[in-house]
């Protein structure tokens, strides 16, 4: 019902609009009678602000033609000099999107209508003519024309306003893309047959928000912020997705400089603590000894405060250092499996992980290869790891599991390497924050592990996300995109 409202309210705006129509025809009698009917019909059908001109050859059509707007013509086939086809032709070079109406003595199935409906007349009516059925098809192509120069000069109107904006605007219909503004197509540095890859890629959540680093066919990186936004029929069929692309470059680094700011503050405050700590247990041992009284339980506590202060330190200026410069990832073809393994190795036999600690691992077989830099994936997943066994420092007990599998994510297949574990989680208002600097749930930590898990991953064209809920440990799923099988070898 909303529909055919819309639409009669589309016709009788149509009908509003000035119309010029041109009756082209070599006999002055059809000059006289055609033009009169068909106002009186069309101005009984609803069209008020008409003008309707005559031409008595193709050539002094064309002259009319040049004046104005033409909308419709109306011109007999056969005609000395120009004949109707070819004064169509030549018109819709000056008019595009001119509607035609030929008027012919021709049977159908004859080659003169053929060819008129070929090189785009809308219909034709048969000679001797029948004024109803000429209003009727005039009132038609009239409607049509309007109609379809609305639909044309408002996709000039939505590109010329889309254009304009600063930010990538596409519009995605059933991965076809609909509308694609030129600053999407600069910050990407692809055309439209490549741009929807990169956007359902970049999605990393049903949310359709993500932020990721994109690297163009020049190597070049940036800071993607992603959009996407359901279109929606008024009756509430999903049309398709518009997706909003912001370089968010600038504004990333401007951040990164803030916390390196507030991390150098944070490093120097860590480092006068713990070596004020050390000083004073040191000073501590040395009087100790040399007055000949420290114990031997005593002298092994003490050793162990400073061992730990040592190893807190230690990790520290790791993260740091890792968080102010990941190098570029040197890749290469690898399985997935391979990477976990060796990683794991680490802390095989318990090598590396508190007694406490039950390690799990699960790969699945025929894992697609991916390509990635061995040495920051360890890195990552040394993190992961490391992250997990001090979640579960609390109660000295618990299970870590390390797992690989296919995941797919908006169509796009990544090998998926999970760490899970069964400490006190990550509380809900951190989830969002987790991945950012100086952000931890630790009361010693850095903030600064994840922080360059994030970037290394992202380095490589992949995704981290957690899941977990407070108090019933974590998950860290690492997803690193698949290569074709068919590349193998």
Not at 110 to 136: E, N
Not at 189 to 210: K, P, T, Y
Not at 428 to 445: C, K, W
Request: charged share 25%; with cysteine.
């Amino acid at each position: 019902m909303l529909q055919q409202q819309a639409s009669n309210a589309s016709i009788e705006q149509a009908q509003l609009l000035p119309s010029r129509i041109l009756v082209v025809d070599d006999e002055e009698v059809a000059l006289m009678v055609i033009p009169e009917s068909l106002r009186d019909g069309l101005e009984e059908l609803g069209w008020h602000n008409l003008t309707i001109e005559t031409a008595a050859s193709g050539e002094e059509a064309l002259q009319i033609a040049a004046d104005g707007e033409l909308h419709l013509l109306v011109t007999d086939v056969v005609m000395p000099g120009l004949d109707g086809i070819e004064t169509y032709a030549r018109l819709k070079a000056m008019h595009s999107e001119l509607a035609c109406v030929v008027m012919t003595a021709q049977a159908p199935e004859h080659s003169t209508p053929v060819r008129a409906l070929r090189l785009g007349a809308a219909d034709y009516v048969r000679k001797p003519i029948q004024p109803d059925y000429l209003v009727d098809t005039c009132h038609r192509q009239l409607i049509v024309h309007h109609l379809r120069r609305a639909i044309s000069d408002g996709k000039l109107l939505l590109d010329a306003i889309v254009d304009s904006v600063g930010e990538g605007v596409v519009a995605v219909n059933e991965g076809r893309v609909l509308v694609a503004n030129r600053a999407a197509k600069q910050l990407f540095g692809v055309d439209e047959s490549e741009l929807v890859m990169h956007l359902e890629s970049g999605i990393a959540s049903n949310s359709g928000q993500a932020e990721f680093v994109h690297t163009r066919k020049d190597g070049t990186h940036w800071q993607a912020s992603l959009t996407r936004t359901p279109m929606m029929s008024p009756g509430g069929e999903r049309l398709g997705d518009v997706y909003a692309i912001q370089d968010v470059t600038d504004l990333v680094t401007r951040k990164q400089m803030t916390s390196f700011k507030q991390m150098a503050a944070i490093a120097a405050h860590e480092m006068k603590n713990s070596v004020t700590g050390l000083g004073l247990v040191t000073e501590h041992l040395v009087a100790r000894l040399e007055k000949g009284v420290l114990e031997t339980e005593e002298a092994r506590r003490m050793a162990r405060i400073i061992l730990d202060s040592v190893g807190r330190l230690d990790r520290f200026a790791r993260n740091f250092l890792s968080f102010s410069r990941i190098p570029e990832p040197k890749r290469i073809r690898i399985a997935a499996n391979d990477l976990v393994s060796e990683a794991l190795a680490l802390y095989s036999q318990k090598r590396g992980l508190p007694d406490w600690v039950t390690l799990t691992t699960t790969l699945q077989e025929d894992l697609p290869d991916v390509e990635a830099d061995p040495d920051l994936i360890f890195q990552v997943l040394q993190n992961l790891i490391l992250n997990a066994v001090e979640s579960m420092e609390s109660t000295r007990a618990g299970g870590l599991s390390v797992s690989t599998s296919v995941a797919t994510l908006s169509g796009i297949a990544y090998c998926a390497i999970t760490v899970s574990d069964e400490g006190d989680g990550v509380p809900a208002h951190l989830q969002d924050a987790i991945f950012e600097p100086n952000v931890t749930t630790r009361e010693a930590g850095s903030g600064l592990g994840l922080v360059v898990v994030r970037d290394i991953v992202h380095k490589h064209s992949g995704h981290v996300r957690l899941v977990s809920r407070e108090g019933e440990g974590a998950c860290f799923e690492v997803l690193l995109p698949c290569l074709p099988q068919d590349l193998a070898g």
